[in-house]
């Protein structure tokens, strides 16, 4: 079956390219059957205003407070942004046009920084700014306040205030990173605690144009009807807002359907589906509750896909035990300097939080002559070229913890962290540490454990590994999310019977946790239940 967005519109005038139905020439028993997304082809012609917004009303409500709160008047005017591609001029033009409803001077607007920015005037006006808004532009970091049961940001002054937006109005259509098929004729997944009907979801490159997408590996869903007539799709980016595109070509959807001679099943898990009964949840380790519950004894499992976050949050390798450097001079104590608190993850960075710490806790006070002393004399680190170099004024011994000497390439491998390595420099030489390289913390397999299949042997232990992820790290590449399909279906016999209640966590190879920079990012994971011959 094709599914296309210029089909049917005489019976359905709404369509569009992201959301259509499609009236079929004949009824088709599907009854037994189930359906998968084949390919999509969808002219990605994205507009710069985020879906976020276009998703929501009422951007903008204002009033002329005259000495009076918000809540004791009515207001003047507001105005709902629908347009998906807009310059900010219009921008600006479409908002003066709807809130400036009279000639006085209560209300302005203007644009600066280059073109890339806008400030908001009032006078004894209060403009009312939706969340989606100020998370877009950042006009304000004040709390929010309620309206008719809705939380808005407050922009207001009882004389004139200038308000400025703190991010520039982006030119540049904004892409999504995944696309999610939906189509209404399929069962929604057993875990059921929310309705999902995502037939597929799709990786893009936005570089891609348009886009033409063949599905590696097809996940089939069953129908929730016996008869089809009709097929309604929609596409949604990774937050499940639809889709908004320019005029373009039709979108294409092929579709396949199929009868199993084996009884199987497809379940499709998000990490925040279940977040309301299990509070401590987060997408690195998650639990999710089944709406019911399945009898593993008839069921093996595999993974057929997941989707991960891209960004690893750095500050989770190091603790005061494996980040550090010791400094030993002769008929001095040694100096323990702790490098747990790094924030900027570069050697600039690294180099100069270095050398503050030093600044700050090497200097003493003498007590014969109560001046400030550095016992270890003038040591400063610099960098170039992204090495690492050390100058001493006087010969001290240097020891590295075993995972800063990884990362200045002095060791092969970080098996031990906390292991210190020595170095040794003599009177007024500048030594070269290495070359710091941060990305050799990134893990490059990722380890999905759960708690519904029997142990495998994992190295020289016994572990309930899902599947082994390959990984990279996509700070570099821009890429905030990336999809692993598995080449094979890796079927793993299952060890509860009657589970409700499924929980998953990522590792690396060492077994520790992993920890994701953005923790409120989605965990989407695919699962084949296949019935045991």
């Known amino acids: 079956m094709v599914m296309a967005s210029n089909a049917s519109t005489d019976l359905y005038s709404e369509n569009s390219l992201v959301k259509f139905k499609n ?4 009824a088709v028993a599907v009854d037994g059957c189930k359906i998968a997304l084949q390919s999509i082809n969808l002219d990605n012609k994205y507009g710069n205003i985020p879906n976020g917004i276009l998703a929501t009303k009422n951007h903008f409500i204002l009033f002329h407070t005259q000495g009076n709160t918000e809540q004791d008047v009515n207001p003047v005017a507001s105005c709902t942004i629908t347009d998906h591609d807009m310059t900010i001029f219009e921008f600006v033009e479409f908002i003066t046009t709807n809130l400036k409803k009279d000639d006085t001077k209560k209300f302005e607007i203007a644009i600066i920084n280059n ?8 006078r004894n006006a209060v403009l009312l700014v939706h969340p989606q808004i100020n998370s877009w532009l950042n006009f304000t970091t004040r709390p929010p306040i309620k309206f008719k049961g809705e939380a808005y940001f407050a922009l207001s002054s009882k004389n004139v205030r200038e308000n400025f937006s703190h991010v520039d109005f982006s030119m540049i259509p904004t892409s999504p990173s995944l696309i999610k098929v939906q189509l209404e004729q399929m069962c929604s997944n057993v875990s059921g ?5 995502d037939l597929a979801i799709l990786k893009v490159n936005p570089a891609q144009y348009p886009i033409d997408i063949v599905c590696k590996r097809k996940e089939y869903f069953e129908f929730n009807c016996n008869k089809l007539s009709t097929l309604s799709a929609s596409l949604v980016d990774e937050n499940n807002y639809p889709l908004h595109l320019s005029t373009g070509q039709p979108t294409f959807l092929k579709l396949q359907v199929k009868k199993f001679p084996m009884k199987s099943h497809v ?5 925040l589906e279940s977040s309301d009964l299990f509070s401590d949840n987060q997408n690195n380790n998650f639990q999710i509750q089944l709406k019911e519950p399945i009898n593993f004894c008839e069921w093996d499992v ?5 989707c991960l976050p891209t960004k690893i949050d750095m500050k989770r390798f190091f603790t005061p035990s494996n980040f ?3 400094l030993k001079k002769p008929n001095v104590v040694q100096h323990y300097l702790p490098l747990n608190d790094l924030i900027d993850f570069t050697p600039e960075g690294f180099v100069k939080h270095l050398n503050e710490k030093l600044k700050t806790s090497l200097i003493t006070i003498d007590s014969s002559t109560q001046k400030l002393v550095d016992v270890f004399g003038a040591i400063t680190f610099s960098t170039e070229e992204k090495n690492v170099h050390i100058f001493m004024s006087s010969t001290v011994e240097i020891k590295l913890s075993g995972l800063l000497a990884y990362l200045l390439h002095h060791t092969k491998t970080a098996t ?3 292991e210190p390595v020595v170095m040794k420099g003599a009177i007024k030489q500048l030594v070269l540490m290495g070359k710091l390289d941060f990305k050799r913390l990134y893990p490059h397999v990722i380890f999905l454990y759960c708690n519904f299949i029997k142990p495998m042997t994992i190295g020289g232990s016994f572990g309930q590994v899902l599947q082994m992820i390959p990984y990279y790290n996509g700070s570099a590449g821009g890429d905030e999310i990336m999809k692993y399909e598995a080449q094979h279906l890796d079927f793993l016999p299952l060890s509860m019977n009657d589970a409700t209640m499924l929980h998953f ?6 077994g520790g946790n992993i920890y994701f920079e953005d923790a409120t990012q989605e965990i989407l994971i695919t699962l084949v239940f296949r019935k045991k011959t």
């Open 302 to 306: 595999a993974l057929t896909s997941i």
């Open 115 to 122: 073109f890339k920015r806008i400030r908001i005037t009032l």
């Open 505 to 510: 966590e990522m590792r690396d190879a060492s």
């Open 416 to 418: 031990s962290p906390t």
């Open 324 to 326: 550090y450097i010791i």
């Open 23 to 26: 009236e079929l020439p004949t």
């Open 267 to 271: 379940l499709r898990l998000s990490s």
């Open 193 to 197: 605690v929310k309705l999902v009907q």
